[in-house]
Every structure is written in structure tokens, then in C-alpha cells.
């Protein structure tokens, strides 16, 4: 007989399941009115009642037949589905085809999110969240694979009856797999992968559903013939090394249902960071550096608390239509200077000068937590260091992670720079008291969603 596996090492017996609230800011609103359950309903960031500025957080299924995307501009989902409350009073609209807008409540959000979380740790012994909407969870030790399709069946009714909420659910022998599973069947859906079956289940889907795969690596890899999984994971390993460095190899190997991944439980974050968007796009250098001067004063605040020192300082840039553009520079060592990272971060803005910009985000990475001294930083006068520039125009998949929406279609808000498919996502503590920071008027925080 085999030896028992620890909960959280990987195995072949592994069983993984990936939970995904389906549509979660909407469905948060839509249980606190059931009326709106089945309406067209559009969550806006930024966004106030009856106004027009703002952007699209999260669009119900409903909404997205009117072509209502996340990350639109309220203003352009106006057009495309009237607020209701205006098509009454507006004989050119058309009450039937005009829908409901609320502004995000992120406090209440967070508070359904808590009573899901405790569902999830009473059914598994090993609980990852990746955010506010969506974990792994281990339960080999809980079921099998003859009665796992029945447990996540009551898990999925169990989350809907206490909490009012759906989830999607897929079950798969690794995390990778697990998700696109979760993805599959969207919404209220599940969906079982058995050991055997993941490399016929990944065959045919399109190249973008692999895990790490997002819309600027889908067109590089379709300009190599590369368009379903299959291909992918057919493809010469050595090419997409040269072509995406070991990134290439990475999502080749979740193309071919490996994954060595476990679940584990998050211990300290990688990197921290915050990020917001204007209202519209903006070329005032006095507006982008009031917003970087914003973030990177809550970033090395949480850096603080957290009792982390950091080595590298970083910004994110979105310039239109999506093009995200991070640069970084590497300090001798371990500091925490929160000057340091407004500095830093307002001299790498200075690229950015004269270009409009969406969005703008500041990063601390490389984290040390250990006591210890601070790294002299004599002769370091914030323009000098290790840089580190990446673009929309490189393929790396690096960069692509930051801008991509999740798959439910809800703008992932507060992290850039690090792939959660390498097994850590940014800034995810749960931490509620960060969520809201103080930014200049006219701009919106997109942090911790």
C-alpha cells in the first residue's frame, strides 16, 4: 500500500479542486436584490448613481449580450445598455433593453467573500485564495475520485443556500487544469478531469484557455500555427523557449497537463503593490504624478505594517487602448525607505512624460521579512540600479499578466507583474483595511478587488 500524502505535497492522486464565484460582484448585488437576479447589471468602479464617468468592474451574463465589457468605460456602456431608471422616463429608449448600474461596495463584497471562505475551510483541509472570488482547495484527503463530482455538487449548494452566491467548480488531478476546468463551464458550472483525461480534455480548447496564456502570448503563439492546446503542447519545447524564454516552457507543460504545483496555504506575499485608473485617459504629468505619489505613499505604508523591506521599487503604465508597460530598478539590498519608493517610482514615470495614460500602479518587490540592517544605499541617489523594463511589445508573458482580465470577464484589480500561474499572485492577504486608499478627485482605486 502506497504511503498516505501529506495534504498540500503533489502526487499523482492529488485531487484539486478550483472554486470560482461566478460573476461575484454582480451576484453580491444581485443577493442583496433579488429583483435584479436575471436583469442586465453593470458594477462600476468610480461610478455613482446616475452618473456617467467611471468604468465597468463586473457586467452580469444579461449585460454582456449588449456587448458590456469589463474595463469599458461607463460611458460607453451607457450606449450600449441605457440605465433602466432613463429609458422610463425617455421614449427613444427601449425599457426592455436598458439594464441596472450600482457602484462598487467593497466592504459588503468582502463580507459575502468571508462567509464563502469559511464553506471552503470547513470542506478541505488545504485552502488557497487567490483573491476575493476564487481559490484551490486540496481534498485528497477528503474524497475520492469516484465520490469527488458528488462533493463538489454539495459544496456548490451548499455555497449557493448559505450564502446566495453561485460558483463554478472544476476538479482536476492539478491546479492548472483545475482552473480551466472551473472555466469551462461558466456560469454555476462543474466539471471533473480524471488523471487519465487531461491531455484529451486540453486538446481541443482554444490556446488561450491555458492556464498563463492570455490575448498578447495567443497571438504570438498563433503566429507560430499555434492555436489550440494540442498544438502547444506538440509544440518543439526549444522554439517557444527562444521565443518566450521559460515562460514557453511552462505553459507547454500545463498544455500537456503537467503541473507539479501543490496547494498550499499563502505564507508571506512576493511583492505588494497598488494600482488605480483615471476616469479617462490622461496626459497631465501633474495628474500621473499625484496618483504615483498616492500608491507608492499606501505601498510603503502596507510594507510597514507588514513589517517587510524591499529591493526593488516598480511602476505599472497603461497607456491606450491596453498597452502595459512596467519598469523596476533593483536596489543593493533590502530597505525601507517609503521616500525611496515615492522617488524611485516618480523618476520612472518620467518615461511616460507626454504619453496619455489609463492607469498607473507602484510595486515593491523581492521582500525580505527577517530582521536584519539595512542595505546602504550610499551613493544611491534613486536614478541609479539595476533596471528592468518590459512592454506590451515583448512577448513575454510577464508583462501580459498584468493588464489580462480574470476569465469570469471581472477586471482583477491590485496586482501586476507575477503570474499567478507560478504559484503566487500579488498582494493577496486579505487584508480588508487596505482596500480603500485616498486618491486625487476624478480618479478611481482599483486596488485589492
Not at 512576493?270 to 498616492?294: D, I, P
Request: charged residues 30%; contains cysteine; proline residues 5%.
Amino acid at each position: 500500500m502506497d504511503a498516505a500524502r501529506l495534504p498540500g505535497t503533489s502526487g499523482p492522486e492529488q485531487i484539486v479542486a478550483h472554486v470560482d464565484m461566478d460573476c461575484f460582484y454582480a451576484a453580491c448585488e444581485q443577493r442583496r436584490e433579488p429583483a435584479l437576479r436575471g436583469e442586465p447589471l453593470v458594477v462600476g468602479m468610480g461610478y455613482e448613481n446616475g452618473a456617467t464617468h467611471g468604468a465597468v468592474a463586473t457586467a452580469s451574463y444579461e449585460a454582456r449580450a449588449y456587448g458590456v465589457e469589463s474595463a469599458m468605460a461607463i460611458s460607453e456602456a451607457l450606449e450600449r445598455l441605457p440605465r433602466k431608471v432613463d429609458a422610463v422616463d425617455d421614449p427613444a429608449l427601449d425599457v426592455e433593453d436598458a439594464g441596472f448600474y450600482r457602484p462598487v461596495e467593497m466592504d459588503f463584497y468582502e463580507s459575502v467573500a468571508a462567509d464563502v471562505r469559511d464553506i471552503l475551510h470547513a470542506e478541505a483541509d488545504v485552502v488557497r485564495e487567490v483573491s476575493i472570488d476564487e481559490a484551490y482547495l486540496d481534498v485528497t484527503e477528503q474524497v475520492s475520485w469516484e465520490t469527488v463530482e458528488s462533493w463538489a455538487q454539495d459544496l456548490k449548494d451548499t455555497i449557493e443556500s448559505e450564502v446566495g452566491v453561485a460558483a463554478s467548480v472544476g476538479v482536476a488531478p492539478t491546479m492548472s487544469a483545475a482552473k480551466v476546468a472551473s472555466d469551462r463551464d461558466k456560469p454555476d458550472g462543474l466539471i471533473v478531469v480524471e488523471p487519465g483525461a487531461v491531455r484529451e480534455f486540453f486538446d481541443d480548447l482554444p490556446v488561450e484557455d491555458v492556464h498563463g496564456v492570455g490575448p498578447v502570448t495567443a497571438r504570438e503563439l498563433a503566429s507560430l500555427d499555434i492555436e489550440t492546446a494540442g498544438d502547444l503542447a506538440a509544440a518543439d519545447p526549444e522554439l517557444l523557449a527562444e521565443r518566450f524564454g521559460e515562460r514557453g516552457r511552462e505553459i507547454r507543460r500545463y498544455a500537456r497537463g503537467e503541473d507539479e504545483r501543490s496547494v498550499t496555504p499563502k505564507g508571506d506575499p512576493k511583492s505588494l503593490s497598488r494600482e488605480s485608473a483615471f476616469t479617462e485617459a490622461t496626459a497631465e504629468m501633474e495628474a500621473k504624478c499625484r496618483q504615483v505619489r498616492t500608491l507608492a505613499d499606501a505601498v510603503a505604508d502596507r510594507a510597514q505594517r507588514k513589517g517587510a523591506r524591499y529591493q526593488t521599487i516598480g511602476i505599472k503604465v497603461v497607456t491606450p487602448p491596453f498597452d502595459v508597460n512596467t519598469r523596476a530598478r533593483s536596489l543593493p539590498g533590502p530597505v525601507e525607505e517609503p521616500d525611496l519608493v515615492r522617488r524611485v517610482a516618480l523618476d520612472l514615470l518620467g518615461e511616460f512624460d507626454d504619453d496619455p495614460v489609463r492607469k498607473v500602479g507602484v510595486r515593491v518587490s523581492n521582500l525580505d521579512f527577517s530582521a536584519g540592517e539595512q542595505a546602504n544605499l550610499d551613493g544611491f541617489g534613486g536614478g541609479s540600479g539595476t533596471e528592468e523594463t518590459t512592454d506590451s511589445s515583448v512577448a513575454d508573458n510577464s508583462s501580459e499578466t498584468a493588464k489580462e482580465q480574470d476569465e469570469e470577464g471581472q477586471v482583477g484589480l491590485g496586482t501586476f507583474g507575477e503570474s499567478e500561474a507560478a504559484g503566487d499572485t500579488m498582494d493577496e492577504d486579505g487584508g480588508l483595511a487596505d482596500t480603500h486608499i485616498s486618491l486625487p478627485p476624478g480618479q478611481t482605486t482599483l486596488a485589492d478587488f
